[in-house]
């Protein structure tokens, strides 16, 4: 059944890669590695929406969508949060955040505005779908029903995210711009993925 449905996923969110499945079962003795790191990517999220909105006020459907997704996303890391306090455990120091450097990496330094802004929404759209993509794993894999269901509620938001960055990107770019640096993207995704070990103490 799991790998019907990561073959399910994969479908969805275009990724090229699916995650290793040991990955579920490393991050399940971490859970408080796991849910600082978790912590931190909701924290992430909310600061890199709120510095599109500054960077972009003549988008206006930019700043209407994403003014929520901010709430959304610091209320994700308030349940993180909360969720640490329950069982004890500490909210600890950010990491260095390996994936997400490396994806910057492979944005245009020197393209165009409109082709930085379009990096700008598919790298949110990517991290978007892969974050979605572990919370299934883990929704899927791990022992516990709480837990299981805990995680079920992030991958639904997540995935409602990921979409949104795909149509802001296809409101102000040409649709088939988008789908070519799309696909540009999702095989560099792949190429990082595979190239980095599986570790059981972050999100990504
Ligand atoms: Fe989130
Ligand atoms: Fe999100």
């Known amino acids: 059944m799991n790998e ?13 890669l699916p995650t290793d499945p040991r990955w579920v079962n490393l991050a399940e003795i971490q859970l408080e590695e796991i849910l600082t790191d978790h912590a931190y990517c909701e924290q992430k999220a909310a600061t890199t929406c709120i510095s599109l909105i500054q960077k972009n006020p003549d988008k206006e459907l930019l700043v209407e969508e994403l003014s929520p997704i901010v709430t ?5 890391f308030r349940m993180v949060l909360a969720e640490l306090k329950k069982r004890d455990l500490k909210l600890g120091r950010q990491r260095k955040d390996i994936y997400v450097n ?19 929404m598919l790298i949110m759209a ?5 974050s979605c993509e572990r919370f299934k ?3 899927e894999g791990l022992d516990d029903d709480y837990m299981r269901n805990f995680y079920r509620k992030f991958m639904e938001s997540e ?8 149509t802001l990107a296809e409101h102000y770019l040409d649709k088939k711009i988008v789908r ?3 696909a540009e993207w999702l095989e560099y995704e792949k190429e ?10 972050r999100i990504h």
């Open 72 to 76: 959304e996303e610091w209320g994700h």
């Open 4 to 16: 019907s449905f990561s073959e399910h996923t994969r479908n969805i969110l275009g990724l090229q």
């Open 137 to 139: 794993r883990l929704s």
């Open 180 to 182: 070519k640096r799309w």
């Open 159 to 166: 995935a409602g995210h990921y979409t949104l960055f795909i």
């Open 126 to 130: 990517l991290i978007e779908a892969r």
């Open 102 to 120: 490396k994806l910057l990496q492979f944005q245009k330094k020197d393209g165009s505005p409109m082709e930085r802004f379009l990096d700008q």
């Open 192 to 201: 990082l993925m595979s190239s980095e070990e599986v570790r059981g103490d």
